[in-house]
């Protein structure tokens, strides 16, 4: 799956777009029945909670206009990779217990390490990816 999406540039705290959030609900939607559809049913939840995290965290801090999303099962992996085109220092951050913000990396690291896989960014800081070990489900 690779799919892009078009959205409007942030600007300062203004909140996204309906239509922006909307698009990125159709996005995962249309990953959730690709993951179904590749037997991916076990590990439909945590990715499905990756894919949310990453592609809001695009929306959010990028600033960007145009989001892409890949999902790649393969060799026993599947690998979700969520790229903005904005470089930037992508990791996770500590978090205040008072805050509403600020947990959607770590809580990708964690379910990352949860399912014996490994995550990071590419090289450019325009994007991060996660490889997720996955066996295909009999139908």
Partial sequence: MDERIQVAPRRGD????????WRIGTVRRIAAAKLRFGGCETLMDDAM??????LTNALLHS???EI?????????????TVDDGMPATIKPRLADDDAE???????????????????GSNDQGTGVW??????????
Avoid: F
Avoid at 14 to 21: G, L, V
């Fill in 14 to 21: 203004a909140p996204p777009r309906r239509e922006d959030a």
């Fill in 49 to 54: 909670l990756i894919v949310s995290e990453l």
């Fill in 63 to 65: 600033g960007t206009q």
């Fill in 68 to 80: 892409r999303l890949r999902l790649i099962l393969q060799g026993g992996c599947l690998r979700v």
């Fill in 101 to 119: 913000a600020g947990r959607g990396l770590a809580l990708v690291a964690a379910l990352v390490k949860e399912n014996g896989g490994t995550w």
């Fill in 130 to 139: 996660c490889d997720l070990p996955w066996e295909v489900e009999s139908r």
